[in-house]
């Protein structure tokens, strides 16, 4: 599936664990409750897409555009969000970002709210936020 147009597709609950969607176009797309475990999402576009409850455990997910995509609740443990990895506006409210590496990635405007962020890499990464709760240790 790298490089394909599914843009405003209704993927919820699908089973994509270790799919290689690299390079697709999934703007607007419904991925919630989806399972892409392992999966090569390297320079995906999700922008607007929602995510919500979504498991993308170990994904890789560099250079992903995830603007204004809604990912409350869904569980990103272990997943590669590194540079230049676009969050601006995200929702990651409640997710799941332990041992994440987010390293470099634009965080700028993205929700944490209770977001676990627990061992995440977030070395050179672009937060422009205040007062963030969560769970950072």
């Not at 607007?48 to 250079?63: I, T």
């Not at 676990?116 to 709760?133: C, E, F, N, W």
């Amino acid at each position: 599936l790298k490089g394909v147009n599914l843009e405003g597709a209704n993927l919820e609950g699908a089973n994509l664990q270790g799919a290689k969607l690299d390079g697709a176009y999934l703007v607007g797309a419904n991925l919630d409750k989806a399972n892409l475990t392992g999966a090569n999402l390297r320079g995906v576009n999700l922008a607007l897409s929602s995510m919500q409850e979504a498991v993308l455990e170990n994904a890789d997910l560099r250079a992903v555009n995830l603007q204004g995509a809604s990912l409350p609740r869904s569980n990103l443990q272990g997943a590669r969000l590194s540079a230049p990895a676009m969050l601006q506006n995200a929702d990651l409210s409640n997710a799941n970002l332990k041992n994440a590496n987010l390293e470099g990635a634009m965080l700028v405007s993205a929700n944490l709210e209770g977001a676990d962020l627990q061992g995440a890499d977030l070395g050179d990464t672009s937060i422009k936020l205040s007062g963030i709760p969560g769970n950072y240790s």
